[in-house]
C-alpha cells in the first residue's frame, strides 16, 4: 500500500510558477514509476510527466521545457516544477505510483493560473 499526499497547488498569474510536492508514505527508490498528471474541468485526465526509478524522465509536448520532474529520496517526495505557467494549464493536479501490478493516487492539488 502506498499512500500518496499532494500540496503546493494554488492560484498563480499567467507566466508565474508553482511546485507541486508529492510525499510518499514508502521509499520512492520502491516505486517503479512516478506520475504526474493533471484534470480540467469537463475534461480527461492527462499525463504529463514521469520518472522511473532509475531517474529517467519523460513529458508531454503541452509542458516540455517548463515543467520538470524530480525526487528527493531523503524525504520520499516527488516534485512538479512549474514555469511559465498559463491560464489552460489550471487544473487538479494528480500524483500517481506504480509499485509493481498496483497504481495508487493521491487526492488532487487544484492548480489555477489567472490571465
Known amino acids: 500500500q502506498v499512500q500518496l499526499v499532494e500540496s503546493g497547488g494554488g492560484l498563480v498569474q499567467a507566466g508565474g510558477s508553482l511546485r507541486l510536492s508529492c510525499a510518499a508514505s514508502?521509499?520512492?527508490?520502491?516505486?517503479?514509476?512516478m506520475r504526474w498528471y493533471r484534470q480540467p474541468p469537463g475534461n480527461e485526465r492527462e499525463l504529463l510527466a514521469a520518472?522511473?526509478?532509475?531517474?529517467?524522465?519523460a513529458y508531454a509536448d503541452s509542458v516540455k521545457g517548463r515543467f520538470t520532474i524530480s525526487r528527493d529520496n531523503a524525504t520520499n517526495t516527488v516534485y512538479l516544477q512549474m514555469n511559465s505557467l498559463k491560464p489552460e494549464d489550471s487544473a487538479v493536479y494528480y500524483c500517481?505510483?506504480?509499485?509493481?501490478?498496483?497504481?495508487?493516487w493521491g487526492q488532487g492539488t487544484q492548480v489555477t493560473v489567472s490571465s
Open positions: 500517481n505510483a506504480i509499485k509493481g501490478r498496483y497504481s495508487y
Open positions: 520518472r522511473t526509478s532509475m531517474g529517467s524522465s
Open positions: 514508502v521509499s520512492i527508490l520502491s516505486i517503479d514509476f
